[in-house]
């Protein structure tokens, strides 16, 4: 099947030049800002609703991502040879997918909520957040009603046979763009979304992903000994006292 010109810009062009960008740009990002490599953290300024918000789009966030690797870069054929038939891959991914994109869902509304209702936060918003922000929302909610439209509550629909053919075709330099074009307007919109905000990731708090203290993890205990204090040097008055006492006695 042959592929319009329009097919040909969104599902070719526009994913590679957003690779492009992703990896030119943390390369320049890295050479040119390092000490603004981080994710700015607002914890003095709110603490409550980041209490909850952060691990909840943290936690929520890892098993979407560990979803899409598993359901995007392993094809259907290899779970099935190591004995996972497509209906237990289906319901286990509709449902584990679900609640994970309710926990993101939730931790991202109230990091955009404290964000909003804090003045201190809202003034210190700079344009990368204004840009970050609506756009990490854009791909979550998108992911999330594609999900619920057609697994949930829809009669269901294998991305597998067509979205995540073409995803794997752009990284073996053999697109087809053919196999989005039939996709539903949802998964089209979120597959969309999702390669412009990595377009945006290297000019935004997102960097920090790159960043994580893993080797906290396996660096040994530190030990830490009480230091016996000194006493205080005596004060020329107090040593003053101090004589006029012996006198005196």
């Given at each position: 099947?042959?592929?319009?010109?329009?097919?040909?810009?969104?599902?070719?062009?526009?994913?590679?030049?957003c690779?492009?960008?992703?990896?030119?740009?943390?390369?320049?990002?890295?050479?040119?800002?390092?000490?603004?490599?981080?994710?700015?953290?607002?914890?003095?300024?709110?603490?409550?609703?980041?209490?909850w918000?952060?691990?909840?789009?943290?936690?929520?966030?890892?098993?979407?991502?560990?979803g899409?690797?598993?359901?995007?870069?392993?094809?259907d054929?290899?779970?099935?040879?190591?004995?996972?038939?497509?209906?237990?891959?289906?319901?286990?991914?509709?449902?584990?997918g679900?609640?994970?994109?309710?926990?993101?869902?939730?931790?991202?509304?109230?990091?955009?909520?404290?964000?909003?209702?804090?003045?201190?936060?809202?003034?210190?918003?700079?344009?990368?957040?204004?840009?970050?922000?609506?756009?990490?929302?854009?791909?979550?909610?998108?992911?999330?009603?594609?999900?619920?439209?057609?697994?949930?509550?829809?009669?269901?629909?294998?991305?597998?046979?067509?979205?995540?053919?073409?995803?794997?075709?752009?990284?073996?330099?053999?697109?087809?763009?053919?196999?989005?074009?039939?996709?539903?307007?949802?998964?089209?919109?979120?597959?969309l979304?999702?390669?412009?905000l990595?377009?945006?990731?290297p000019?935004?708090?997102?960097?920090?992903?790159?960043?994580?203290?893993?080797?906290?993890?396996?660096?040994?205990?530190?030990?830490?000994?009480?230091?016996?204090?000194?006493?205080?040097?005596?004060?020329?008055?107090?040593?003053?006292?101090?004589?006029?006492?012996?006198?005196?006695?």
């Open positions: 099947m042959n592929a319009s010109t329009a097919d040909l810009l969104l599902w070719v062009a526009v994913p590679y030049i690779l492009a960008v992703f990896a030119v740009g943390h390369v320049w990002r890295y050479r040119q800002d390092q000490f603004g490599w981080t994710s700015r953290t607002t914890q003095l300024l709110e603490h409550r609703w980041l209490r918000g952060s691990p909840l789009f943290h936690l929520g966030a890892f098993m979407v991502i560990a899409h690797v598993v359901g995007l870069a392993i094809p054929a290899w779970t099935e040879a190591v004995g996972i038939s497509e209906h237990a891959y289906h319901t286990t991914a509709v449902w584990a679900s609640v994970a994109g309710v926990a993101m869902v939730a931790g991202l509304g109230m990091l955009c909520a404290r964000r909003l209702l804090t003045r201190q936060i809202r003034l210190g918003t700079d344009r990368s957040d204004k840009l970050l922000f609506p756009l990490l929302s854009a791909t979550v909610l998108l992911g999330i009603t594609a999900t619920f439209a057609h697994n949930v509550f829809g009669a269901g629909y294998d991305y597998r046979s067509t979205v995540s053919v073409w995803f794997r075709g752009l990284f073996v330099l053999q697109p087809k763009p053919e196999a989005i074009a039939g996709a539903p307007l949802l998964f089209q919109a979120h597959a979304t999702a390669f412009l990595f377009a945006a990731w000019f935004t708090r997102l960097v920090h992903v790159w960043s994580a203290p893993i080797g906290y993890l396996a660096r040994p205990y530190l030990v830490y000994r009480r230091r016996a204090t000194a006493p205080a040097p005596e004060t020329p008055s107090a040593r003053a006292n101090r004589q006029r006492t012996r006198r005196a006695a």
